[in-house]
């Protein structure tokens, strides 16, 4: 089974793609986005080994994977107001870039991921959610899973 992050963003900014190459690149772990496009995209180690597998959901494809994730907010523990700031995000939510997280090489992974998240966190509107833990506002967990 796959642990996955995605982060449910209000307005689409249409970063160009560069720009994320230009960012990962720049950061200290040394990694190295390879693809075209927000479409399809992974991100690689030094050595050229992938370390996560990622991909831009926009249009219907949005609304039809956000509503799985409104059912699921239920189950979830944190205050009525973080409640329904997620209820909020997700109802107006165009666009989700989703993550894979490879378990073969989960801390690589997780690093990859929160640094394509601070990427996409420098345009206002992003919450983030992952398999397992919950939803994040920044670096803060606003919404659990149950213990």
Known sequence: MGLYMRA?????????????????????AG???????????????ARGAVVLAADLTV???????????????ADLEGTPAARQK???????????VGMQILMSRYDESVAAANQLITFLERSPGVLT???????????????????
């Open 8 to 28: 449910v963003i209000t307005s689409w900014p249409g970063h160009e793609f560069a720009e994320l190459v230009a960012f990962m690149g720049e950061q200290d």
């Open 31 to 45: 990694f190295v986005v390879s693809g075209s496009d927000w479409a399809d995209f992974e991100i690689h180690d």
């Open 59 to 73: 249009g219907d494809e949005v609304r039809e994977e956000l509503a799985e994730e409104l059912e699921f907010l």
């Open 86 to 96: 997620v209820e909020a995000h997700l109802a107006t939510a165009s666009a989700v």
């Open 129 to 147: 959610q992952v398999d397992t833990v919950g939803w994040y506002d920044g670096e803060e967990l606003i919404l659990q899973e149950s213990e």
